[in-house]
């Protein structure tokens, strides 16, 4: 089993950073892919931002690419979402998820792919 817990949430003003942590604990050493997803009221969780955890390989939204930024420790243990010149539209509750197996780049960004979820964390952004 492997839990998550997000941290770093919060209102911001558009324009501006936040940056985003999940502490993994259990047996993350199963975990091949982690990611960051979003849910805003009244829509469809999407998939922002996934990281291969051996070969770290990066894969993000149209929607956010050039903005935000996935990275994990060397542990394998903290995974971070970096958030730049955040908009309105980033508003949403924000989820990490972990699997232990293995997706085509296609599908990365689906969340019935991943088995482990975090809690969530609240992003406000604010015009």
């Known amino acids: 089993q492997v839990q998550l817990v997000e941290s770093g949430g919060g209102s911001v003003q558009a324009g501006g950073p936040l940056r985003l942590s999940c502490a993994a604990s259990?047996?993350?050493?199963?975990?091949?892919?982690m990611g960051w997803f979003r849910q805003a009221p009244g829509k469809e969780r999407e998939g922002v931002a996934v990281?291969?955890?051996?070969?770290?390989?990066?894969y993000y939204a149209d929607s956010v690419k050039g903005r935000f930024t996935i990275s994990q420790d060397n542990a394998k243990s903290t995974l971070y979402l970096q958030m730049n010149s955040l908009e309105p539209e980033d508003t949403a509750m924000y989820y990490c998820?972990?699997?232990?197996?293995?997706?085509?780049?296609?599908?990365?960004?689906?969340?019935?792919?991943?088995?482990?979820w975090g809690q969530g964390t609240q992003v406000t952004v604010s015009s």
């Open positions: 998820a972990a699997t232990s197996g293995f997706a085509p780049v296609s599908r990365v960004l689906f969340d019935s792919l991943y088995n482990y």
């Open positions: 990281i291969y955890t051996g070969a770290r390989t990066t």
């Open positions: 259990g047996r993350t050493s199963s975990i091949n892919l």
